[in-house]
Every structure is written in structure tokens, then in C-alpha cells.
């Protein structure tokens, strides 16, 4: 049975059976003996249980699941599509219907709700219950309330993330950081905050800005002004060491331990953590990921403290902005973690189709704000979710894998209704003596209990009614245009994958950001002024025709393109640097393609896993042929902005997935040449971006100053400045 209907409270009697037409259970009958002998058991399920809840004679409801379940198991192959079924149930709900006026308003929302689980499509059931129609779709008070303020927050994130952060930098020979890292880094400071790097400057310094981005950020979700954090006092100033290696996080935590600065006992329970702070206000973090770093220093200087009865909701808010403006999860707190907290511990599922979907999803869980959401909302389909009231612990490194997604999602959920807070400030207030149950029922005004089946029907919304899922017709397929460019992209990717990069799987298109990139191509199509700025083509205002919080979040995270071509599009955007770059990365696991009118987006972005394994990735491939001679350009924003025109040659890129052990932050050198002469080019890397606007991660990019040579063979070759290690390959233009 659907989700929704756990908000109902009815018992198996919501409604008399003299209230309901004499001449309606017949027909439920018909369906229900059409649905058994075509083998649709689930629906045979949700159908019994909805006629329970509308009040069947219980006698006569028994007596149909007896007689279905025989003709269950004389069943062939599940029927596809039932429209003869789907056409009686619509039948009957409409003869139920006029009840609606004759109901107490209380009885008017259950009734208008049970039905709607029988039917989507009747609209006055939609209309008792406040809902309002937006072209063909009916939307509830909620959900119009949640996408405001959802709207509002897409809106302070670009404000936040276009915010200009003063910050020193520079290179470093601070006496430990040498000791550690073996020779000079570098360093970047905000007032009394500094940040000794093992890093180059630019890394070091992009780490701090994004950081401080995210907490100005994370501020404003909590009630503040969206403005710059105060720069800290020297009394409260901190030096956090940043490491690129664990070797070097090893010697941090020895050099501490013999200076006294960690107690002995705890030298052994740092080494298998990320980081770990002494008794002079040193923080040492390693990680050879910039996005790691970020969360790890966005925990340390947060003003987001969490107090015992806080825990659940600021992990949970901290966990979503990692999640949502970093790029990666909540770094681990220094806590063991159970055998029940761990990701699919506690979910279990008895056939093979719902066990291969359940894993599918599970790892949609580390794939971002998105792939969080879409992980509760499985289990939550499922009653599988963990109870909230199990991350009410005291310390934030007990919360930590289910437990963890389940308080990320509902603080997003309270972000999206306005009350975080006031939830929060209402935890702070209460009794010392007041336990986390009882003081978070009271801030919330309700029980627990019923503020977590509220969030239940927002995760995981009812998707259709029983016979809009047996009409096949009215089922929504993927459009032409979007299969085509699912084609094309997985047939490039195939090409490029093939023996560089392991375990890899085709991709899928996802039918919410396939939406959300259609509605960002419809605000550009009614906005065209947009479509040729950068970065303006990726943003939405709500003040202009066509905005949506949908289409917002497409347009941060999608190639935009003027084209009503597919394939054009894939292979426009592969001729660029910045957009080839997504698109070609392994763990990308879904897409949404949208088109409208001659644009087209595509979100590359919302559903990315960090990397898990060690790919070295170049395109244009070794031996790949018919290779364009020409930059797609103009790309926005410009790779290299002292060229405006960008009469460019095709361009080179190499991907590195993740860091070896012997160099964990790599520079690297790439040169392009024909018949043994170099090709000038322009060149970019993480530590030298020829744009510093845009820096793709762990990317190195080739732009050839003049376009190529038609028919002609160049080759490419890359070479590790630390390792020595050397990449050749080659390949062939076009004629």
C-alpha cells in the first residue's frame, strides 16, 4: 500500500458500507478477479487492502482474497497493461466521490485520500483536500509550500557560492609543515584561521574559499544573515595542517604524541581517522581529495555547535551542506561504527528484481544530496528506514550511516518546510533534565512519531493511484530525444572505458532530473538572453517567466546547450574541455536529459559517487580515429579567456580517478605533437587552471592554439613529475 496512506490512521472501517453505493463492490470485485488472473499479485495486495480501508464487509473481503489467491496461482506471466481494469476502477471511485460534499472536512481528507490511492486522476478529491493544479498536475499545500522554500535556498546557495572571500596566500616553511611534508607548501588565512598546506597555493587556497562559501551558507539555512564568517580573533585563531598523504598524517600524529600534544592513549584511535586535533589548536587532516579537505575544515570552524539535544539535527545539517555544496559526506567524527549503522545493514528484501534495485540504490547513497534522497526514499517505500528517534545519541560521531542519511533527510525536510530554526532554537530552551525524545517532540509541536509519517509522504510521495499503475498508456516514457543522447553518451563512453577503466556501467537516465533539465531548457527558451552568458546559461531567477526550484538545480548542474540535436549535443560538448570532463566520468551514474525548443540540457552532476578506484582516463583515446579538428566552441566559460574567439584545435584531456599511494596529489605535464614537432597548446591543471573561474578536479586539459590537421596522426604523451611514471598514446583527425 502506498506511502500516504500511513497518515491516515484509519481503521478497517473508515467508512460504513451504507455509505458506500450498493452497486460499487461488485465492480471492485471484477477488478480484483481480473487482476489475480493476470497475475498481478502486488496490486491484488494494494487493492485488498484499500477496499478494507473504505469499509468491505469483512466476510466478503475475505472471501475475495480466498477466491483471487486460487486464481493467483493458476497465473501465467504477469499481464503488462490491464486497461479493461484500470477503466472499471475509475468507475467505481467515481460513484464514491460524491460523497466528498456530504463528509465532515475531517472525514472529507481521509475519504479524498484513500481515493486518490485508488485513482490519481479525480479531481475533486484533489480539490478537498486544497490541492491546485499546475498544468496537468495537481500539487498539495505542502509541496507548495517546500518548493518556495526550496526555491529560496537554491537562491542564497549561488549567492553564497558567488561570495568574494578575502584570503591571504602564499608559500610556506612553517617548521612543522616542512617536517611532515618533507620540503615547502604552502599556506592560505582568514583573520586567525590558517591553513598549512601540503597542497600547492591554489588548492590551498580554493579549500579555504569553499569552505568558508559553505558555512556562510550553512548560516543562513540556520537563521542568519547570508554574509562573510567573521574573521576569528587570535584568541580563537586555530592552524590546521593539510595533508596530502597518510604517511605524512602518521608523522603528524607521532610528532604529537611525543610533544606531549595528544595523550598516548589516543595516538593509536587517530591513526585510523582523517584527522585529529592537539592541545594547542592545531587541526591535522589528510586526504587527497580537495572536497575531503573541505568537509573536514568546514566541521572544525563551523558555528554550527551541537549541544546533546542538537546532535541529530546538526549532523544531519552539516552532513546535507558537505553533501550538497562539497561534494562529499560528513568526514568521520572519531566513533566506531555498529554493525546495524553500516548502509543496507538492517534492509532486507526476498526477490531478485527488488534486491538488484535495492543495491542499485544503495549506492545512489554516496552520489550527493540527490542520491542521498533517493536512498530514503527507497527505504522509506519499503519501511525500511531506520526510526529517527536512533540518531538521538549525544556525541556526532555516533551518528553515522543510516542513521546518519535518515537525520540528513529530515533536516532537509525542515529546511524545505522553514522550521529548522525554530526547531533549533526551541532544542535549546527546556528543562536540563529533559531527554531528546521529549524535548524534540516539544520543539516540533507534535510527536516524533508523527512528524516522521509526515516526512515519509514528502521523501516518498505517492508516485500514482492503483489504476493509473495498471494502464500502461498512462505510464510516462522516456521521450526519443533523451534515449538518444543515453545512446550516444554510453557509446562514447564504451569506446573510452575499454580497458582503462574497470567496473564501470552504463548509464541511465532519472526520470526527476530528466524534469528538472527539461524545465531549466524551458526558462532558457523563455529567457533566450540567458542562454549565450555565462554564468547565466547554469542559473534561474525567480523573478523571471518560467522559474522553477526544479529547473535551478538542473541548470547548476547540467551542460546547456543551443541544439535540438542529440547526438550534435554529446558531441558538442565532448568537444570542449569543461563540459567533456562530467560526462566522461566513471562514477557518473545517472543522467537527465531535457530539450526544449533549440536547447538542450544535460545533468551530469546530481548523481556522481566519489572516486573508488585508481583510472587513468585520456581523451581523445589511444587510436581513436575520425577525431574532430575543431573546439566546439564558443564553450562558457571561456578555457582560455585572452581568446575570446576560440579558434581552437580539438582539446586533449587526461582524468585521474583516485590517488595512488606514492603520489596522492599528482602533477603531471602533458605535450601534443605531430611527426615529432610540438603543437603549441594552452594547457590547464588543478594547481595551474587556464581559467581559475573553473577547475575541473584532478583534470589536465591540452587546447591546441590552431585547430588540426585534417587526416593527420598526433600523439600525446604525460609524465608524472614526482614518479617519473610516462603515458603515450595517439591518435587520428578526421578528413
Known sequence: MGIARTLLCLSLALLSAPEIPPGVWPQFDTVAHQLAKGGRERECKQLFGLLGELGMPKATLDKLQSSCQAELKKAGKPSEAMADAAKRLKAAVRQIAPLLAKSSEEEKAKLAKLLLEFDDSLDEAHAALGDS????????????????????????????????????????????????????????????????????????????????????????LRGRNLVLPAKPSKANGMTFYLLDQQVKYEKAVEHAKTAGDIKPENAEAYLQYSGFEDEHKHSYRWSAFESHLETSLLCDITSARASARTVSLMGGHLNWVCMAVLGDGLPNQGWTEGESSRLGADTHVDNPADRARRDELMKFAKAGILGCRAWMAYLAEHNADPKWENSFVDELGKLTGEDLLKSTSMVEYLQELGLLRDVLNKLYQGKATEQVYESMTRSLGMPVTEFEARWRAWIAPRKTGLAQALDKSSQKSFAPDALAALARLNEVRKLAFKGRVNGWEPLELERGICDGARKHAEYLEQNPEQATKWPDAHEEYRDKPGYTPEGHWAGNHSNVIGTSDPKAAIDGWLGTFYHRVPMLTPELLRIGWGQSGKTAALDVE???????????????????????????????????????????????????????????????????????????????????????????ANTWCLIPKRPLKPGTSYSVSAEWTSTKRKLAWSFKTGK
Open 133 to 220: 493544479k499546475e498544468g496537468e498536475e495537481w500539487t498539495t499545500p505542502e509541496k507548495q509550500a517546500t518548493r518556495q522554500h526550496r526555491a529560496e535556498i537554491l537562491e542564497a546557495l549561488d549567492k553564497a557560492m558567488a561570495l568574494a572571500i578575502p584570503v591571504e596566500s602564499g608559500p610556506s616553511e612553517d617548521a612543522l609543515l616542512v617536517e611532515l611534508n618533507g620540503q615547502p607548501g604552502s599556506f592560505a588565512r582568514y583573520g586567525s584561521w590558517t591553513l598549512q598546506s601540503s597542497l600547492t597555493e591554489v588548492r590551498t587556497k580554493r579549500v579555504l574559499v569553499e569552505t568558508l562559501r559553505a558555512e556562510a551558507f550553512s548560516s543562513w
Open 606 to 696: 546530481s548523481f556522481v559517487t566519489p572516486p573508488g578506484s585508481e583510472w587513468v582516463l585520456p581523451y581523445p583515446f589511444d587510436g581513436m580515429s575520425d577525431v574532430p579538428v575543431h573546439f566546439s566552441g564558443p564553450e562558457l566559460p571561456n578555457p582560455v579567456p585572452e581568446e575570446p574567439d576560440q579558434d581552437f584545435g580539438y582539446p586533449i584531456t587526461l582524468q585521474l580517478g583516485l590517488a595512488s599511494r606514492e603520489e596522492p596529489t599528482p602533477e603531471l605535464t602533458l605535450s601534443l605533437s605531430e611527426a615529432g614537432a610540438q603543437v603549441e597548446c594552452w594547457s590547464s591543471s588543478p594547481s595551474q587552471p587556464s581559467n581559475p573561474f573553473v577547475v575541473p
